[in-house]
Structures are given as C-alpha cells and as structure tokens.
C-alpha cells in the first residue's frame, strides 16, 4: 500500500534534514503506529506524505498503490486514496463545514469518474458519520473548524475521514486535545473504519489511543529516522522506559 | 473648479448638447435653462484630470471624453433582462435600457396608496421635481453632465408611514453596440417620508458587447423614523462603464442598510455621500469589488456626522485579480455638533496577482470631542494553509482558491437583503473566477 524508502526530507531552503533516510513499508490492512519524541519528524513525514509545500524531498522514494506518491498534487493524493488527520486543523472562515465534505467528496468521486453524490445521501451519510464520531450536528454547519474547540476539531477530522472513505489514513495526533469519553468515540470511528483493504498510520504519543486502536505494528522515530520496530508491546515498553531508556539500548 | 487642472471636453460633447436638448425631457422648455447652465459649466471645468484630488487614483478622462453618442431606444429581448429581474415574485420594477424606460417590462402599476413611482421625463412636468433635481448642485463635473443629459430615470416617493410591502427594483440596462460609444444619464430621486419603509433594489446590467458608459446621480432622502434597504448590484463586462453618484440625507432616528457588488467593467466609480442630518440615524454600508484583467473599481464615499448620537459603519471589501485595481477612499467628517457619534470603518482586501493594486485611504476628520471613531484597512493574499487544507481534502487548486476568495467576498455577498440580488451576485462572483464553476453547489444549498 504505501512503501517510503530511505526518505530525506529539508525545510525548503534550509540546511538540516529532517527526515535522514527513512524507511517503512505498510500493508493493506495494517495498522502502524509510530511514535517518538517532540520535534523527531512525525508531522514533517505526515505533511510530505500530504504534499504539503515547504518541504524539499533530497533522497528517497515514496510509493503509493503503484504510483509514485512524491509525483502527485495534494488533491490528486486525496483522489488516490490518502488523508492525513491533522495535528493542527485549520480554520477556514465563510466555508460552511458541510459544504465543504460535500464540495470534497464530489471532488474526489469525480476524480475517480463517479457522479457526484445525490443531496439527500449525503446528508442522511453525513448525519450517520457525524453520530459515529460525535460532532454535533450544529458544527456541521458552521464554518469548517472555525471556533471549534480543540476536541471538536479533531472529531472533525475523522468525521472528514469517515466520509472519504480513503485507502491510507494518517492520524497525526488526533489523540491530543481529547478528553477520555471523546477518545473512546474518535476510536471507535477509527475502529469502525478498519478493514483489510484500508491501512492506517497512527502518530501519537500516548499508549492509551493505541489500547483503542490496537496496531499491528510499532514504530519509534527519532532524529529523521525510525529506531526501532515492533509489535504493539512496544509502546508499553516506551510509557514505561520512556525514548530514552529505548533508544539507548537500541544504540 | 479649475479648468487647467482638467481636460477641455471633445467637441462632439457640444455638438450633441446643441443638436439634443431640446429633444431631451423638459428640454422644449422647463428644463431647458437648468440644461443650459449645467453644460456650459461642465464644459467649462471639464473632465476632471488625476490632478484632482477626488480622482487621483482613476483616470476617467480615458473612458469619459471620447465622442459619445446619447443612448437611444434598443430592443432587447426579454430573456436577457429577466436573468436580472429580482426581488422575487412580488417585487415591482422599473426597467432602464439606455437610460429610456422600457413601459414594456416595467412593472410598477397597483401601487398601494401613498406609494408613487414616476417615470423621471413625464415627471419633469412637476415643478417640484424639477426643483429636487436642480437643487443637487454639488458642482461636479458629472452631476452638472447629468443634469444637461439626462434622458430619464425615476423618482420614488414613499408618503409618510407608508411601509412597502414589496421590494422595488430599478434595472438599468447598458446595451453596448457595434456601430458606436453610448453614454446615458439616468437620475434617480427617492424620498421616504416620516416613518416609511422601502426595500429598494438597484442593478446595473452592461448587455451586449461594445462601449457603454453610464454616469447615475441619485438623490435620496430619508424622513424622520424612516429605513431604507438598499441592495445595488453591477455587473458590467468589457466595455461597460459606471460612475455613480448617491447624495443621501437621513432625518433622524432613519436607518440605513446598504449592500454593494462592483462586479466587472473596464470602470466603476462609486462614489456616494451621506449625510446624517437628524440625530440618532443609523447607516450602514456593505461593499464587495472584485476588479480583474484590466477593471478598475473606485469607492469614494464620505460621511458627514451632522448631528449627536448617530452611527455609521462602513465595510468594504475588494478582491484584485490580474491587472486588476482597486481604490477605497472613505472619508468620516464628525461635525461640531456631532457628539457621542459611532462611526466606523472597515477595509479588507485580497491582492490575488503582482499586478493588481488596491489603494485605500481612509480619512477622519473630527470636530466634536466624545466620539468613538476607528477605521482599518488590511491587504493580504490567500492563506496557504487553509489552501493546502482543502487541496488535502480532493479540492482542485482552483476550485480551493475559489472558496477561499468567496469565503471573503462572501462576507458582504451574504448581506444583501434580496436573496434574488444574492444569488445573482454569487453566480457573477463564480463567473469571474478561474475554479468558481465548482462552487455552483453554493446555489443550491
Ligand atoms: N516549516 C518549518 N520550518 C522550520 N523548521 C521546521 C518546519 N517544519 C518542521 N520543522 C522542524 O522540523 C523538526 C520536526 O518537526 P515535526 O513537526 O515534524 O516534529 P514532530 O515529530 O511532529 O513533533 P511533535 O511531537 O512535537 O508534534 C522540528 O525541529 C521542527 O522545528
Ligand atoms: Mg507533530
């Protein structure tokens, strides 16, 4: 499904890499968690994988299905099949937020050459999902994100998953900002979506997301570069030792 | 006025003048010698330069003094003068077409008691129309030109108490023509008594191509406890040109809700004074102008807080695109008298290219000393993040660029009272854009 091999990614214009050739391979169906400390290059990887500009690709390959993922414009990367949750949602003032799933998803079926979505599917589709991951039905129609709280935001954003549907998801914190109920539903949204054909790739810093969502595998990225891979005890190991304790015996 | 400062207008100004008035309403008498008098100033201050102030950032003398000839009666088909029929059902219109009314489509028979909506030619037979019309002398060019010019327009009366139930529209059609330039000079009068109420719709349509140029005076005034909604759109095309200039008085304790769309045309000129003569009027002013290719929008509007207690808020926005300029010049006098005055003042712009310019100027002049005054202006581009937002989520680039300008814009599209006039302006505002044909779902919903 998705293949990174020894990615090397800068700043655009910067000298340092964030990224020092970073390698991993996720299967359909699979469930990745990766984890490691403040600033090691989770939300850089996340962002390149969206297409986000500002970062310069310097080595490396990104594969996609059969597609050279690092080819492809943000939009048609969403077409393809991924969607990255966001660490930070954005704001969009005067973009009604049902709108835009509306607007997004017919983009993407287009894409594809599918129709757009009939108006009464997709509210009855929206009002379906939105229950799932508990956004209320008001934010559904006020201005994407804006005002939101942090909790709501991220719900948002499985929301948006929920609809699209896409073949790779990449949660890039969705567990930050949640209290301990809004976890459990944001989980079950996620669980709900799990599937042999689709994969998922969770960043995040807490065991506690990954007791919801159970990975299959684990992995700690520190410095640009993934350190260590294993299965789901890993992350016990790192709420008990900590990256340090890890790393260093990983060294 | 300083002649030297302007340019002397072309010679067939005076060959039309001389060959015309009569021919023009009250021209074979009545009017004639307010005619006369207005010409020969405006041919003497003539056209003004750059070196005026009032028009320091537009250059009018390129679209005004070039051999005009006076638009004249055209057919034109009733399909394209529905497209912007507005108000919906109930509403009552008048029709322009090259500044003549066209008895045709207008539609303004039945009023209610108290409601009087006057053809402006027959109505020069009364001679308090033709004292309202003469008493507008601000001595400017193009209102002296109007003066000698006009061939028709409207004037509106709303008797006191009298609250119209339906919206009023004026529709002015410029139609553009192969054979030569045409200019009209339509004038519009309305005055609501104490206590009345109107909604009153404008739109500006430019039909067909060739050069057209439309210079509107509109005199307006607002009793004691009257409201006045005004929603004006323009939607102009290559050639269409539009100066317009409101003077509008409000008596107190009046309301004024106004919302603007300068949507295209080589040039708009919106230049509107206000007036709040009673205390505790109330006005606000929307505007949205989107200038692109080589379109040039100038806003010049000026509030004069005449008496205590009253508020005014100005919020414009523009979008620039191409080579594409804008110009806000917003002036707030505080009078003496004028204290515990609320006025305010706001403009936001995007510059979507290198090329486009916005130039905006506010200015506060303050003579009383408890007031509460602010005015900002803001100039941006679109925001990425916000951009890679929505391209993350299958949006087209532009299609994503689109909704972020009408995103902006929207904020005032969305004031307009008539939904018709909305909904109009949204399907222009989509039509100017480059990915605004993904954004017809906004029309549906
Ligand atoms: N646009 C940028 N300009 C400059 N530095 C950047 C930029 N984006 C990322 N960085 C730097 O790259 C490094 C990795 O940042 P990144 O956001 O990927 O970390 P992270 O692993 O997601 O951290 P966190 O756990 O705090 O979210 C940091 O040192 C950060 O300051
Ligand atoms: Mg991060």
């Not at chain 1, 660490?87 to 079926?109: D, S, T």
């Not at chain 2, 904020?411 to 039509?431: C, K, N, P, S, Y």
Request: hydrophobic share 40%.
């Amino acid at each position: 499904m998705l293949k990174i091999d020894n990615l090397e990614v800068a700043v655009e214009g910067g000298d340092d890499t964030i990224l020092k050739g970073l390698t991993l391979e996720v299967k359909p169906g699979e469930v990745h968690a990766i984890m490691g400390p403040n600033g090691s290059g989770k939300s850089t990887l996340a962002y390149v994988l969206a297409g986000r500009d500002g970062y310069e690709v310097r080595g490396g390959s990104v594969t996609f299905g059969d597609e050279d993922l690092l080819e492809l414009e943000p939009e048609e990367r969403a077409a393809a099949g991924l969607f990255l949750a966001m660490q930070y949602p954005v704001e969009i003032p005067g973009v009604a937020n049902n709108y835009f799933l509306r607007q997004a998803m017919n983009a993407i079926r287009q894409a594809r050459g599918e129709k757009d979505i009939p108006a009464g599917e997709f509210i009855k589709k929206l009002k379906e999902k939105a229950a799932l991951v508990g956004v209320r039905e008001e934010l559904l129609k006020r201005d994407v994100n804006s005002g939101f709280s942090g909790g709501e935001k991220k719900r948002n954003e499985i929301l948006q998953m929920a609809m699209l549907e896409p073949k790779l998801c990449i949660l890039d914190e969705t567990d930050s900002g949640l209290d301990i109920d809004a976890l459990r539903t944001v989980a079950d949204g996620v669980n709900a979506l799990r599937d042999p054909s689709r994969s998922m790739v969770v960043i995040t810093h807490y065991q506690r997301l990954l007791d919801h969502i159970v990975p299959d595998v684990v992995h700690v990225l520190a410095n640009g570069r993934i350190r260590r891979t294993g299965g789901k005890e890993l992350a016990q190991e790192l709420e008990n030792s900590g990256y340090e304790g890890i790393l260093g015996e990983a060294a | 006025m300083n002649a030297v400062r302007n340019h002397p207008p072309v010679q067939a100004f005076h060959d039309l003048f001389s060959a015309g008035k009569t021919g023009l309403p009250g021209g074979d008498g009545p009017l004639l010698g307010l005619r006369e008098t207005r010409f020969a100033r405006f041919a003497d201050a003539g056209i003004p330069s750059q070196r005026t102030e009032a028009w320091k950032f537009t250059n009018v003398a390129r679209h005004a003094n070039v051999p005009m000839a006076l638009g004249g009666h055209v057919q034109i088909g009733a399909s394209e003068l529905s497209a912007f029929f507005c108000g919906g059902h109930l509403a009552r219109r008048m029709i322009f077409v090259n500044g003549h009314v066209s008895r045709d489509f207008s539609h303004v028979r039945g009023l209610p008691e108290g409601v009087s909506v006057r053809v402006l030619a027959d109505a020069v037979d009364d001679g308090e129309v033709r004292e309202r019309i003469a008493a507008f002398d601000d001595g400017r060019s193009f209102t002296d030109l109007n003066a000698a010019l006009m061939q028709s327009g409207a004037v509106i009366d709303v008797a006191d108490g009298v609250h119209v139930a339906f919206p009023l529209q004026m529709l002015f059609a410029a139609v553009g023509s192969q054979r030569a330039a045409t200019m009209n000079h339509p004038r519009l009068l309305v005055r609501l008594g104490r206590g009345a109420k109107l909604h009153l719709i404008e739109t500006h349509a430019a039909l067909q191509d060739g050069s057209t140029f439309t210079n509107l005076v509109s005199q307006i005034e607002l009793g004691d406890e009257a409201e006045l909604i005004h929603d004006r759109l323009q939607a102009g095309r290559d050639g269409s040109v539009l100066l317009s200039k409101a003077d509008m008085r409000l008596g107190e304790r009046s309301r004024l809700r106004q919302t603007l769309a300068s949507l295209g045309g080589a040039l708009v000129r919106n230049e509107s004074t206000l007036h709040l003569d009673g205390t505790f009027a109330d006005a606000v002013m929307n505007g949205a102008f989107m200038p692109t290719a080589r379109e040039h929008v100038d806003n010049a509007i000026c509030v004069h807080h005449r008496q205590p207690d009253c508020h005014s808020d100005q919020f414009y926005k523009g979008v620039m695109d191409g080579y594409g300029r804008g110009v806000f010049a917003g002036r707030i006098v505080v009078h003496e008298d004028a204290q515990r005055t609320n006025a305010f003042q706001t403009n936001n712009n995007l510059l979507l290219s290198d090329d486009a310019e916005i130039d905006s100027k506010p200015e506060l002049e303050i003579y009383a000393d408890d007031v509460k005054c602010s005015h900002g202006a803001t100039c941006g581009d679109l925001d990425e993040q916000s951009l890679f937002y929505l391209r993350s989520r299958g949006i087209d680039a532009d299609t994503a660029r689109s909704i972020l300008v009408y995103a902006f814009a929207g904020e005032v599209i969305e004031r307009f009272a008539d939904e018709g006039t909305r909904r109009l302006a949204m399907q222009h505002v989509f039509a100017r854009l480059a990915g605004g044909g993904g954004l017809s779902g906004m029309l549906e919903g």
